[in-house]
């Protein structure tokens, strides 16, 4: 029921800026809803390495005595960490769009109502001078 009586003061005072509004606006959800596909899949990328991580651990754990006997220590280190550099710098990524997520969203919105306010400010100052 508001978001009705919004829309009709909104058509009511300016149809013009309301048509503009209704076509920025989704733009800039458009462009938060890229960024959260984006973190999500490097989330899910990063959860992907690091069970990786955890079964090269449970496997090193419960075969010990077979990789003593035969001398493995050293593949299974550089396996262990080669895994454990892929984790860290997929977190990386993940913290890093995590922390920029926010900023870019907020700086994409107040731009287009930044936008829309010089449009309804021109249309404003021509309609006054006629």
């Known amino acids: 029921m508001v978001i009705i009586i919004s ?17 920025l606006l989704p733009i800039a959800g458009i462009i938060v809803a ?25 496997e090193t754990l419960g075969g ?7 001398t493995g220590e ?14 860290y710098k997929q977190s990386v990524k993940v913290y890093r769009k995590t922390d920029l997520t926010s900023p870019i969203s907020e700086t994409v919105v107040v731009g287009i109502l930044m936008l829309i306010l010089f449009i309804g400010a021109k249309w ?7």
């Open 7 to 23: 829309v009709s003061m909104l058509i009511s005072i300016s149809g013009y800026l309301t048509l503009y509004v209704f076509l």
């Open 34 to 58: 890229i960024l959260g596909k984006s973190l999500k899949r490097n989330a899910q990328k990063s959860k992907e390495i690091l069970g990786n991580l955890f079964s090269i651990m449970e």
């Open 64 to 70: 010990l005595k077979i990789i003593k006997a035969f």
């Open 74 to 87: 050293t593949f299974v280190k550089q396996r262990f960490a080669k895994t454990n550099e892929e984790f």
């Open 124 to 130: 404003l100052l021509q309609t006054m001078a006629v």
